[in-house]
């Protein structure tokens, strides 16, 4: 993803920027649910674990929409 952005937008910071913005869902996603197992694992006894499929089933760079223009 950050080779394709780099290659679309000719300064830099623009490129990282939109490499950026491409990754917050995914990455705020992921936090999110790391919180939320972290929080179950606490509980006793611990509810079953949460469906983590998702992160390794998407190829981001096939998403529609990945690294569109910020």
Known sequence: MLSRARSQH??????????AAARRPRTARVTLQSRRQFANNRKVPPPPLLDRSWIFSVDVTREEGALQSV
């Open 10 to 19: 000719d300064g830099i910071d623009a490129a990282l920027a939109v490499y």
